[in-house]
């Protein structure tokens, strides 16, 4: 167990819904990450959220949006969703800012867009 | 930008056997670099990584990896697979620009194990 804990496990939708998916870092870190992986395009990153502020941003959509928390959760926005949204959402967290510190795995979020 | 290949889809290697798996990278500067593990239905573990020095670098589960700046490789070996190293396996690459700094992956490398 990494200690970072995602729900929901399961999200099944249909096309142009929004759905929300949280995380919870491990005790003490203050990095949250979201990572996106599918088939195709393998494990994205999305984005990066140190002490809630946003700190490094990568392949994220404009229909998605993330926050962090005062507590340190965070929840990953997904909006106007598409077939193609389809994959298993990943969120990772670590103690510091620097991406270099080992990252903790949460088990994902898998979203099937219908 | 930095990138990572992986150029084995998908590998069978019998139990007891010596496994090599292969990652090259694209980074101009010396690279930080990664290996993840990730079981069926489980979030990613990190194995090793590598920032500077000893070119050749312990991991945990008995893995290690290989930096090889000439050929811009890190693959990960393991003298003798057991049954439970059956998963998928994820070479990365620590990338910063403008917009930050983040992990990129490799799309990863499946591991079958053979009795």
């Known amino acids: 167990d990494s200690g970072v804990t995602q729900t929901p496990k399961h999200l099944i939708t249909a096309t142009g819904q929004r759905v929300t998916l949280r995380c919870s870092p491990r005790?003490?870190?203050?990095?949250v990450y979201w990572y996106q992986q599918s088939l195709d395009q393998g494990l994205q990153f999305l984005i990066q959220y140190y002490n809630g502020e946003e700190r490094a941003k990568g392949n994220i959509l404009e229909r998605f949006s993330a926050q962090q928390f005062p507590d340190l959760h965070s929840e990953l926005n997904l909006s106007s969703l598409e077939l193609g949204d389809s994959a298993l959402y990943f969120c990772?967290?670590?103690?510091?800012?620097?991406?270099?510190?080992?990252?903790?795995f949460g088990s994902g979020t898998q979203l099937s867009v219908l | 930008a930095q990138s990572v290949t992986q150029p084995d889809i998908h590998i069978t290697v019998s139990e007891g056997a010596s496994l090599e798996l292969r990652c090259n990278y694209s980074y101009g500067a010396t690279p930080y670099l990664f290996w993840y593990v990730q079981s069926p239905g489980q979030g990613l573990q990190l194995l090793l990584k590598y920032f500077s020095g000893d070119t050749l670098v312990q991991g945990i589960k008995g893995f290690e990896a290989e930096f090889k700046r000439s050929q811009s490789s890190f693959n990960l070996r393991k003298p003798s697979v057991h049954w439970s190293d059956a998963a998928e396996y994820f070479c990365a690459v620590g990338q910063a620009n403008q917009a930050g700094t983040a992990l990129i992956f490799g799309k990863g490398t499946t591991l079958s194990v053979s009795s």
């Open positions: 990772a967290s670590s103690a510091g800012a620097d991406w270099f510190e080992k990252l903790f």
């Open positions: 005790s003490g870190d203050l990095s």
